[in-house]
C-alpha cells in the first residue's frame, strides 16, 4: 500500500496555534502504529478558526479535519485516519465542499492550501507560471495593455489602474528601471499579502517577473515588513529555487531578458508602507514620506522610473497573463473588477480570508461567511480598510463591496481589510485611537499630520469629559479638515476618516444627545 499523503500548514497563523506539534505528534503516532505518511507543508486555506487544520489526499479529493490539536491525534489514528476518519469529532468531509470555501471564488488565492509553498515543481503543476510563459510571447506593450485591459487596479487600498502606471514607467527612457513590492502590511485586521508570501510565494514572483519584462526593468525588490519572519524565509527559499531553474537570472527561460529579485526587511514603521518612504527606507534611509512631484514612476528607487504595488496586485498579473484580461474583468461590477481577497477579523466567529469578486455585500461577508461576532452580541461597526478606514454603519451593509459604491457612502475597501466591533463597543474610544495611533507612526514631516493627531487626542478627550463639549466638537472638525486636506501623504488625510464616521455615526458615544450636535 503506497503511503498516504498528508497535508499540514507551515502558515503562521497555523504554527501560532499549534501546526508544528501536530505535524510531529501524527509522524510520531504513524511511525508507532506501522503507517506510512508523506506530510506535505502546505499553506493555509484560510479558514482560520479550523487551524491547524489537517487533510488527507483520497481518490474523491482532500479531506478534511480541523482544528486538531495533539491531544486529538491519538484518537483520530483510533478512528481510522488516514485511511478514514468520519467518526471523530474534527471529520469535516471533503475540503473543497466546506461552504465558507465552496461558496469563493479563487483566482489569485487558487494554490493557496493547495500547494508546497517552496515547490517549484509543484506551483508548476497547478498552473503556474504559465502566466510569465504567456508573457513571454508578447511585446512588452502587449502585457501592459493586458493589465490595463483586465481593470486591475492596486490592491493596497490607493486603487490606482495598475495598466496606467505600468504604462507610464514604460514610456520613460531610463538606463535602468525598478519593480517593488509593498509587502510591508501594517493595517490591523489584515494578513492577504503574509498568506500569499508564505502560501504561494512564487506567484508574487512570477507577477513581478512579468511586471518587469512589461516595463523593462531588470531588478525588483519585496519590501517586507520584519514581523513577517516566515513570509521572507518562504520568499527567499522561492527565489533561489527560481533563480537555479532560470525563472529569474540574466536569461529568463531562455528569453534573453533579465530580471532579478531581493528581498529588503522593514524596520517596523507603518509610515513605511507610503510608497515614497518605503523608497527611502531601501534606499537606506530614514522613512519619511517624499514630497509629489516627481511621481516614483518617473523618479523613484535611486531616481529611477519604478513600479510599485501591493503583494496583492501583481499577485494577480499571472492570471491575467495567463487566461487573458477578458477572463479577469468578468470578475467584479462597474469599474471593481476581479476579485478581493477580504480578511475577516475583530470579533468574528469565523474569522478568515474570503476572496470573492467585487459586488458581495459587506453584510453576506460578516453575516454569511463570518457568522456574525464570536461574542453573539450584535454587530455595531465594521470597520474597512485599515485603522484609517471609517467605522461603516448598518445602513450601509448592504452596499455592493466595490470602489465606487464604498466611497460614495464615505467608505474605503482599501485593502479588504475587515474588522467587526459589537454593540459593547465605545465608538469614542475607538476615534481617540485612531488619532493617538497616527500620533505613533507619523514620520513627523508634516505638521497636519504630526501636530494634527497630538490635539486630535487632546480635544477628543475634552468632548469626552463634557469640557465645552459643543465648541470642542467645531474644532475636531476644523482640526480633521486640516489634516485631511493638509497632510503630505494618506497617514494624516485618511486618519480623520475613522473619527468623523464614529462621531456622525454614533453621536451618543461622544455624549451627544442628537446628530444634530455631532454636526455643530
Known amino acids: 500500500m503506497s503511503a498516504a499523503t498528508i497535508y499540514i500548514p507551515r502558515d503562521s497563523a497555523a504554527l501560532a496555534v499549534g501546526a508544528d506539534r501536530v505535524a510531529k505528534k501524527i509522524a510520531a503516532e504513524a511511525a508507532a502504529r506501522g503507517i506510512e505518511l508523506n506530510i506535505v507543508r502546505n499553506g493555509s486555506r484560510g479558514l482560520m478558526w479550523l487551524e491547524p487544520m489537517v487533510e488527507v489526499a483520497t481518490p474523491a479529493g482532500r479531506v478534511a479535519y480541523g482544528p486538531v490539536t495533539t491531544k486529538d491525534v491519538a484518537a483520530l489514528f483510533d478512528a481510522g485516519f488516514p485511511a478514514n476518519g468520519t467518526s471523530h469529532q474534527t471529520h469535516l468531509g471533503l475540503t473543497e465542499e466546506i461552504p465558507y470555501l465552496k461558496n469563493q471564488e479563487r483566482l489569485t488565492f487558487a494554490r493557496m492550501g493547495v500547494t508546497d509553498p517552496v515547490s517549484l515543481s509543484d506551483y508548476e503543476a497547478h498552473e503556474g507560471y504559465a502566466g510569465?510563459?504567456?508573457?513571454?510571447?508578447?511585446?512588452?506593450?502587449?502585457?501592459?495593455?493586458?493589465?490595463?485591459?483586465?481593470?486591475?487596479?492596486?490592491?493596497?487600498?490607493?486603487?490606482?489602474?495598475?495598466?496606467?502606471?505600468?504604462?507610464?514607467?514604460?514610456?520613460?527612457?531610463?538606463?535602468?528601471?525598478?519593480?517593488?513590492?509593498?509587502?510591508?502590511?501594517?493595517?490591523?485586521?489584515?494578513?492577504?499579502?503574509?498568506?500569499?508570501?508564505?502560501?504561494?510565494?512564487?506567484?508574487?514572483?512570477?507577477?513581478?517577473?512579468?511586471?518587469?519584462?512589461?516595463?523593462?526593468?531588470?531588478?525588483?525588490?519585496?519590501?517586507?515588513?520584519?514581523?513577517?519572519?516566515?513570509?521572507?524565509?518562504?520568499?527567499?527559499?522561492?527565489?533561489?529555487?527560481?533563480?537555479k531553474s532560470g525563472?529569474?537570472?540574466?536569461?529568463?527561460?531562455?528569453?534573453?531578458?533579465?530580471?532579478?529579485?531581493?528581498?529588503?526587511?522593514?524596520?517596523?514603521?507603518?509610515?513605511?508602507?507610503?510608497?515614497?518612504?518605503?523608497?527611502?527606507?531601501?534606499?537606506?534611509?530614514?522613512?519619511i514620506v517624499r514630497a509629489k512631484p516627481p511621481l516614483p514612476a518617473i523618479e523613484g528607487l535611486f531616481g529611477q522610473p519604478t513600479v510599485i504595488n501591493n503583494v496583492i496586485t501583481f499577485a494577480s498579473v499571472p492570471v491575467i497573463l495567463a487566461k487573458g484580461a477578458e477572463f479577469y474583468k468578468n470578475y467584479g461590477i462597474g469599474r471593481s473588477r476581479g476579485t478581493l481577497p477580504m480578511q475577516l477579523a475583530g470579533n468574528i466567529k469565523y474569522g478568515g480570508l474570503v476572496e470573492k469578486a467585487f459586488g458581495v455585500s459587506l453584510r453576506e461577508l460578516v453575516e454569511g461567511y463570518g457568522g456574525g461576532t464570536m461574542s453573539g452580541r450584535p454587530i455595531k461597526a465594521i470597520q474597512v480598510g485599515g485603522p484609517l478606514?471609517?467605522?461603516?454603519?448598518?445602513?450601509?451593509?448592504d452596499l455592493p463591496f466595490d470602489y465606487e459604491s464604498f466611497a460614495a457612502a464615505g467608505a474605503t475597501v482599501g485593502h479588504g481589510g475587515i474588522v467587526v466591533h459589537d454593540d459593547t463597543a465605545d465608538m469614542a474610544s475607538l476615534a481617540r485611537y485612531a488619532m493617538e495611533f497616527c500620533k505613533l507612526e507619523s514620520c513627523g514631516k508634516c505638521t497636519p499630520c504630526r501636530i494634527g493627531s497630538t490635539r486630535g487626542v487632546e480635544v477628543i478627550d475634552k468632548i469626552t469629559q463634557n469640557k465645552q463639549r459643543a465648541q470642542q466638537v467645531i474644532l475636531l472638525r476644523d482640526l480633521c479638515d486640516t489634516m485631511i486636506n493638509g497632510s503630505l501623504c494618506a497617514m494624516g488625510n485618511m486618519t480623520p476618516l475613522p473619527v468623523l464616521s464614529a462621531l456622525n455615526h454614533w453621536p451618543e458615544d461622544f455624549g451627544l444627545e442628537t446628530p444634530d450636535q455631532a454636526a455643530a
Open 247 to 287: 525563472h529569474l537570472g540574466d536569461n529568463v527561460l531562455g528569453s534573453g531578458k533579465a530580471f532579478w529579485l531581493e528581498v529588503r526587511k522593514g524596520a517596523g514603521s507603518y509610515v513605511c508602507g507610503e510608497e515614497t518612504a518605503l523608497l527611502e527606507s531601501i534606499e537606506g534611509k530614514r522613512g
Open 389 to 397: 478606514g471609517p467605522y461603516v454603519p448598518e445602513k450601509n451593509w
Open 132 to 243: 510569465l510563459r504567456a508573457a513571454l510571447g508578447l511585446a512588452p506593450e502587449a502585457i501592459v495593455q493586458q493589465v490595463f485591459d483586465s481593470g486591475l487596479r492596486g490592491r493596497g487600498g490607493a486603487a490606482f489602474p495598475a495598466g496606467i502606471k505600468w504604462k507610464t514607467v514604460a514610456g520613460v527612457q531610463a538606463a535602468q528601471k525598478y519593480i517593488v513590492c509593498n509587502a510591508d502590511e501594517g493595517d490591523s485586521g489584515t494578513f492577504s499579502d503574509r498568506m500569499t508570501m508564505e502560501g504561494d510565494p512564487f506567484m508574487l514572483i512570477e507577477g513581478m517577473t512579468i511586471a518587469g519584462l512589461a516595463v523593462g526593468a531588470t531588478m525588483g525588490y519585496i519590501y517586507c515588513r520584519s514581523e513577517y519572519p516566515h513570509a521572507i524565509a518562504a520568499l527567499n527559499e522561492a527565489i533561489v529555487a527560481a533563480e
